[in-house]
């Protein structure tokens, strides 16, 4: 299973940078996690038709994450789909159109996708939201926290995950009213010691220039465009 970043900031992209946007692989099997601004055509650098992906994963709707998904929308609309692209979401209600194959998601949900087995856990974020375990036949898995902040059912959900890929948009942990919302790098830290995940990647970037603290756990490391991570 591989794993590339095509967006790591969040609420919204550094110049030149991308919003919450992760491109899933395993063999001929591609899901996208989160479409924020830049998927599509970051997607498209890497697979020009982007018709090959077999299902996109919103983990919630708030823009940073789903801005992007009506751009799938219109390029599905013109394009030569078989059948309709599968689209996980925890709420829909305004994806109903005939290009997509919806599937609500909800807390416990199973999914298998291809070679992939999709597992969801709701989260604690300002709207529902739900974190997702990919996991392929080998029980390979990549835990992705989506939008949330620090809950102990995270440990559970993410345990023994070989890859965990983490909101630590906070610096420090001095909003408490983000801190219900967000983590911070200490948090996702904590979080990948606790749930044995082997390495942690720490995403969802406020973009404005500010340096993030340097990491004292070395399996942890910020997330980097366009970077690739073999699982
Ligand atoms: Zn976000
Ligand atoms: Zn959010």
Redesign the pocket.
């Known amino acids: 299973m591989k794993l590339t970043i095509l967006g790591a900031n969040?609420?919204f992209p550094a110049p030149n940078g991308g919003c919450?946007s992760y491109l899933v692989e395993d063999g001929d099997t591609k899901i996208l996690l989160d479409c924020g601004s830049g998927a599509l055509s970051r997607l498209r650098s890497l697979y020009p038709d982007a018709l090959s992906l077999d299902a996109i994963v919103l983990s919630h709707m708030?823009a940073?994450?789903a801005g992007e998904i009506d751009l799938f929308r219109y390029m599905l609309e013109f394009g030569q789909l078989k059948a309709p692209m599968m689209v996980f979401c925890p709420e829909p209600e305004r994806l109903r159109y005939p290009v997509f194959d919806l599937r609500q998601t909800f807390d416990g949900m199973r999914a298998a996708v291809g070679s992939l087995t999709l597992w969801f856990t709701e989260v604690r974020h300002a709207v529902k939201t739900m974190a997702v375990r990919v996991a392929d036949a080998d029980g390979r898995s990549l835990f992705y926290t989506a939008?949330t902040g620090w809950f102990d059912g995270l440990v559970e959900a993410a345990d023994g995950s070989d890859l965990l890929l983490a909101d630590a948009c906070l610096r420090d942990e001095s909003n408490a009213k983000a801190l219900k919302n967000h983590m911070t790098a200490a948090q996702v830290q904590a979080l990948r010691r606790q749930a044995g995940c082997k390495a942690a990647i720490l995403t969802?970037l406020f973009p404005d220039g500010t340096p993030y603290p340097p990491l004292d756990d070395c399996r942890a490391q910020y997330a980097v465009e366009g970077a690739v991570y073999e699982i």
């Open positions: 969040g609420p919450s708030h940073d994450h939008d969802h």
